[in-house]
């Protein structure tokens, strides 16, 4: 792979500037939930068409991933990056200027194709720039995924209760405005010599309604648009074999490297990742505590992953993705296993402890993905490669949230709520034990 090597100083100015993009994606997709109840008796809208608020982010920020990579080769990281970060932060502002439910959400929309595009985005500019250094920095683009949802209820609840609703989004409007001074400053101008490959509208009328409306049946339980979801992605798959150049490449996994990277990813996203949605409820249905109080007792969870994942480039170079991967998905099996036992009360030293546990597992199985990914891909793929990275983790974290979320439902209906707890933890805990298997793939040393 032949790229131009940045000075690291220069790359953790890049690298620093990119987390503040995935921050603000993250905390928007999050920092709404605990707005909801004000927003419905601000606005005087009904609860079910105020739930769309979230909703609304959720689905845009699925339908603009899979356009990210087109639009990356075509007009160059920086300029779709800061395009990205101006139209978030033109959404956010509006938000906080909502007159009406149908206006928050149109400007929601607007918000996440932003959101969407930022970190799919960001990770390719900073994976293209890092080059053989990926290894070692690759925590500052993997950091935000697992810190920021803990951050977000935490901020929403603060902001809410001291300031009112409208101020979970103007409190965040001066964030993008610095976010986008910075990166005009200091993201890279494109190569010369740009891929110009004209855009697959057909393939893109396929995808992108196709994972938002599977997205969307799969958190809402719309069996309808689940299914038409998963029809329309399988439509494109077929169109994508017969085209020359397919808005979402799917070629890219014949790379070994790659297709191992995007599996794991996916068991990831649907056992790990979406079991993150299990421990605020737990702890506000079952202990009844505010959404401020959750996001409190969630943060050792993120210390842990924040800890290791700083460390994690010298943790790469010293045991090799495979047994890091390895590692962290056993610690992050041992963190969950208390939560098994919810129905008999364990106590809260126990429960800390294993959120610790948790987190640190959480780090340890993020990097080692990321760094395989990119570092199997010739510099010119790793656009396209983002943006089939993420597809794929939305749609393992989707699937996962839903399964979970139905097991849950289930179980409330028969059992305490504790208990019901304990065994979706239980069924979390089965899903991630299937992590293990690609990851015995990975390769010993990371590939550059």
Not at 51 to 58: D, E, F
Request: one cysteine or more.
């Amino acid at each position: 792979m032949t790229t131009a090597v940045r000075p690291d100083a220069a790359l953790w100015r890049l690298g620093g500037v990119l987390i503040m993009g995935a921050v603000l994606s993250i905390l928007d997709a999050t920092i709404v939930t605990v707005g909801i109840g004000s927003i419905a008796r601000d606005l005087d809208s009904p609860l079910t068409t105020v739930q769309w608020v979230a909703s609304a982010y959720l689905l845009a920020a699925s339908a603009a991933i899979p356009l990210s990579g087109w639009l990356t080769d075509r007009f160059g990281g920086r300029a779709v990056w800061l395009t990205a970060v101006a139209v978030f932060t033109a959404g956010t502002l509006l938000c906080g200027f909502a007159w009406s439910a149908p206006a928050l959400v149109a400007f929601r929309v607007l918000h996440g194709l932003g959101g969407g595009l930022m970190q799919p985005v960001g990770q390719a500019v900073f994976a293209q720039e890092a080059g053989p250094a990926l290894g070692r920095m690759i925590g500052v683009i993997t950091l935000p995924a697992t810190v920021a949802p803990v951050l977000g209820p935490m901020l929403g609840g603060a902001l809410v209760a001291d300031f009112g609703w409208r101020w979970m989004f103007f409190g965040i409007v001066p964030l993008g405005v610095a976010t986008f001074l910075f990166a005009r400053r200091l993201l890279p101008a494109p190569p010369p010599g740009g891929v110009k490959a004209p855009l697959d509208v057909r393939g893109l009328a396929l995808l992108s309604p196709g994972l938002a409306a599977f997205v969307y049946g799969l958190a809402e339980g719309v069996v309808v648009a689940g299914v038409a979801g998963a029809a329309l992605v399988v439509a494109y798959g077929v169109h994508a074999s017969r085209t020359a150049s397919p808005v979402l490449d799917l070629a890219l996994f014949r790379n070994k490297g790659f297709a191992v990277a995007s599996v794991s990813t996916f068991l990831l996203g649907a056992s790990l990742y979406s079991s993150m949605l299990l421990l605020p409820l737990y702890y506000e249905q079952v202990e009844h505590v505010s959404a401020l109080r959750a996001g409190m007792l969630l943060a050792p969870q993120a210390l842990g992953s924040a800890a290791v994942m700083l460390a994690s480039g010298r943790l790469l170079a010293r045991f090799g993705p495979r047994r890091m991967m390895l590692a962290g998905i056993a610690s992050s099996l041992l963190g969950t296993a208390a939560f098994t036992q919810l129905g008999s009360a364990p106590g809260d030293v126990l429960l800390t402890l294993s959120l610790l546990i948790r987190g640190v597992g959480l780090g340890a199985a993020t990097a080692p993905g990321m760094t395989t990914l990119y570092g199997s891909l010739d510099r010119a793929h790793i656009p396209r490669a983002a943006s089939a990275f993420n597809v794929v983790n939305r749609i393992g974290g989707s699937l996962g949230t839903a399964l979970l979320a139905a097991i849950l439902h289930r179980e409330l209906t028969t059992t305490p709520a504790a208990a019901a707890f304990g065994t979706t933890f239980t069924w979390a805990l089965a899903l991630s034990a299937l992590a293990l298997i690609p990851a015995l793939l990975f390769p010993q040393r990371s590939p550059r």
